[in-house]
């Protein structure tokens, strides 16, 4: 079983739209989440951490839920600029461990 | 720029010969890690260095695979006797703590002909 899945995608939505990505972890000793935005042929970029409280940047908001082992991304009011691959990033401690990415595009 | 380093940016090989990549870390950071991307995948695990020690290596990193952080500061990854399928970006990432996000450098993308 891969430690992290993700849907893939892709994701098209329109401008404005509000879009959400799931994770889940097979790992329940997991001690850190994040996710990463990725465009297309450059490296990865932390987008924001995940706490168990769950958090808020803007228009991403991320969320935790131990007991069910899945972290969330939520993305409000969509940009074109935020097209990209989305990762989600899951670690017991040590190295990380990344799901496959889930692809958004965001139409005019 | 405190960033992330890595050299070369693109390099192209024949199949049988070796490669070695560069990696400079941000200098504060005493972790240092290589991963491996191929198209439509997410990054996968190579190796980590804590300091000078490399603490894990991965099942992916065979024999044909081999890092090294000398004085702790940079680092280096050699392929030797390349094959098609080690074709790839080969990405190096730093962090100051465990559990910390990771900077990622720009990445090494190897094409084996």
């Known amino acids: 079983r891969k430690e992290v899945e993700q849907d893939p995608g892709p994701f098209n939505v329109p401008e404005g739209a509000t879009v959400a990505f799931n994770c889940t972890y097979s790992?329940?000793?997991?001690?850190?989440f994040f996710w990463y935005r990725q465009d297309c042929r450059k490296e990865p970029k932390l987008l924001m951490s995940?706490?168990?409280c769950g958090n808020e940047d803007g228009r991403f908001t991320a969320q935790l839920n131990r007991a069910s082992q899945y972290i969330s991304l939520l993305i409000r009011d969509s940009k074109l600029s935020d097209s990209a691959t989305y990762l989600c990033?899951?670690?017991?401690?040590?190295?990380?461990?990344f799901g496959t990415g889930t692809s958004l595009t965001v139409i005019p | 720029d405190t960033g992330v380093s890595q050299n070369p940016r693109h390099k192209i090989t024949k199949r049988g010969q070796n490669v070695t990549f560069r990696c400079d870390p941000i200098?504060?950071?005493?972790?240092l890690y290589w991963y491996r991307q191929t198209l439509g995948q997410g990054p996968e695990f190579l190796t980590y260095?804590?300091?000078?020690?490399?603490?894990?290596k991965s099942r992916l990193l065979s024999d044909r695979f081999s890092a090294e952080r000398p004085k702790g500061s940079f680092s280096t990854l050699e392929i030797q006797r390349t094959e098609q399928g080690d074709s790839a970006m080969y990405l190096c990432?730093?962090?100051?703590?465990?559990?910390?996000?990771?900077?990622f450098g720009s990445g090494t993308r190897l094409t084996v002909v």
């Open positions: 990033v899951v670690t017991p401690g040590g190295q990380f461990y």
């Open positions: 790992n329940s000793a997991s001690q850190s």
């Open positions: 260095f804590q300091n000078e020690a490399q603490l894990e």
């Open positions: 200098s504060e950071h005493n972790r």
């Open positions: 990432a730093s962090s100051a703590r465990p559990n910390y996000g990771y900077t």
């Open positions: 995940v706490y168990s």
